[in-house]
């Protein structure tokens, strides 16, 4: 049953100008009528908000161009003083966390408490970036000639491009930026064109704390537009590193680009992202996992759960419950605190849903659950779609395919050698879980020829990460990793140095010359 009524278009955006002004950006003055525009919409009603300036191909370079000239600079900052702007950051992102998440929630259509969560990620992201600007460890080697000190040092490497993706609209620009500029990286963002209002609110927080702490105003620029504004981002020779989070199609297209011009590409691309049931498994535990990870953001998060490889003895009770639990998913308006599900990106996201759902039932596939459109009279324009399972008779093109939309695929298992195969039998490499109270099976899930993502997780979902830990995947994900443990050296070069402080010259491997 539909719950109350949506809000209206006029209401999203007199809330998203408030939260905008609050964080420092003034929406009207963003806006423009002509030149080169770009609409911000919402997916709540799928209604226009405003229309924007679009970066102009001149104002681009002279953002990569103001950024370089930053670099030069802001690399001989002391680390620790570049965190001094990271944790300046942080508290700004801490007094409008509320006003973030409104917007995180008008224009990629979370709900609250993950609007709320992808803030927080934020947060947390800076407070390890100002822990790392004092931990930009290099290390002393153990070298083979007397007299002499070999070590290796991190400097900053220069000005990062990152392309982020409406889903996360907020953190994965905090993950890049906040280590790239501990790391003495200016940073230059092209943020999806589905969310450029998120974009800009954060634009201002970061300039605003670079002002309170006396940091050069070019460690940031923000670029907004569509593809071809990436384009220009990602073959400019200044920019070092890109570091680009979308599709697979994108990063086909960006890698080679990068690669001609000798750039260094951080990618983080498609996910197809399974959990592994198995006869011990704590089902409790289990269906909870699976349904926030396969529902959960309405089945938008890169690391969101789309196959389900479960034990042929525990499958029917396991998907009653599962079936039962998406049944009373609520769905519809994600600022009403009791709503699980919010609709999807647009009316293309809830077309592709359908059509794989068709092409899945035509591949043999039964529908269990979901897969309707709801609100379709209150809001034409939007896509609000029930969370689906489909169990599938075996893995078939559909099911290799990732699908930006909620819906599971159901694989039985006999033995776990098969379970793995099937695990493994698929382009993605991100995320992966297994579920099972046996040690045996769990540590060859992360054994070397277990799980080949680079997530793999026991006994909870594949999606919702810390930011502590290396966040990325292998195979057609791309192979990079951001945020925490030792991501940062993908934004620093290393330089290997030996130091002679004797009197002699004795060259390496004996070596005799002169
Ligand atoms: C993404 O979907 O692009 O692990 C990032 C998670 C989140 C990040 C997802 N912390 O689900």
Not at 124 to 131: H, N, S, T
Not at 269 to 282: I, R
Request: charged letters at 20%; hydrophobic letters at 45%; a negative charge.
């Amino acid at each position: 049953p539909a719950g109350p009524r949506l809000p209206a278009t006029a209401e999203l955006r007199a809330r998203a100008a408030a939260a905008l002004r609050r964080c420092g950006a003034d929406l009207d003055a963003v806006t423009a009528s002509t030149g080169e525009t770009l609409p911000a919409r919402t997916p709540l009603t799928g209604g226009t908000l405003a229309e924007l300036a679009a970066t102009t191909p001149e104002q681009i370079d002279a953002a990569v161009a103001e950024a370089h000239r930053t670099f030069r600079q802001w690399r001989t900052v002391p680390a620790p003083r570049r965190g001094a702007l990271v944790k300046r950051l942080g508290a700004l992102l801490t007094a409008h966390q509320e006003d973030l998440a409104d917007l995180v929630t008008i224009e990629a259509g979370k709900i609250r408490s993950e609007a709320l969560g992808e803030v927080q990620e934020m947060i947390d992201i800076c407070d390890f970036a100002v822990g790392l600007s004092r931990q930009l460890y290099g290390r002393t080697i153990a070298g083979e000639r007397p007299g002499h000190r070999l070590s290796e040092s991190w400097h900053p490497l220069g000005v990062v491009g990152v392309l982020s993706a409406f889903n996360f609209p907020v953190a994965v620009w905090s993950w890049n930026t906040a280590i790239a500029l501990v790391c003495g990286d200016p940073v230059v963002w092209k943020p999806s064109e589905l969310t450029p209002l998120t974009a800009l609110a954060c634009d201002a927080l970061l300039a605003r704390a670079a002002a309170d702490t006396g940091a050069p105003a070019g460690v940031h620029r923000l670029l907004l537009g569509a593809r071809d504004c990436g384009e220009r981002l990602v073959d400019d020779p200044r920019v070092a590193l890109v570091s680009a989070t979308g599709s697979v199609r994108m990063g086909r297209e960006v890698a080679p680009r990068v690669a001609a011009r000798f750039g260094r590409c951080l990618l983080e691309l498609g996910g197809n992202n399974a959990a592994v049931v198995t006869p011990s498994a704590d089902l409790d535990l289990t269906v909870r996992g699976v349904v926030f990870s396969a529902a959960g953001t309405a089945g938008q998060r890169c690391t969101t759960l789309r196959r389900l490889i479960v034990h042929e003895d525990v499958a029917e009770p396991l998907l009653a419950r599962t079936v039962r639990a998406y049944q009373q998913l609520p769905l519809g308006d994600p600022f009403d605190p009791a709503t699980l599900v919010g609709p999807l990106i647009g009316p293309a996201a809830g077309t592709a849903m359908t059509e794989a759902l068709a092409a899945a039932q035509r591949a043999g596939g039964k529908l269990l659950t979901g897969g309707e459109r709801c609100l379709a009279d209150e809001a034409p324009d939007a896509a609000y779609l029930r969370p689906a399972i489909v169990r599938m008779p075996e893995q078939t093109e559909i099911v290799r395919t990732e699908t930006f939309a909620p819906i599971l695929y159901v694989l039985t298992y006999r033995t776990f050698d098969e379970a793995l195969a099937l695990h493994n039998d698929v382009p993605q490499g991100l995320s992966s879980s297994i579920f099972t109270r046996d040690q045996r099976e769990a540590e060859r899930f992360l054994a070397a020829d277990g799980s080949d993502c680079g997530i793999a997780n026991v006994n909870i979902g594949t999606s919702g990460a810390e930011i502590g830990g290396a966040f990325g995947g292998e195979k057609e994900t791309g192979g990079g990793r951001e945020s925490g443990s030792d991501a940062w050296r993908a934004y620093m070069r290393r330089a290997t140095n030996t130091v002679n402080h004797s009197a002699d010259l004795p060259l390496a491997q004996g070596v005799s010359f002169l």
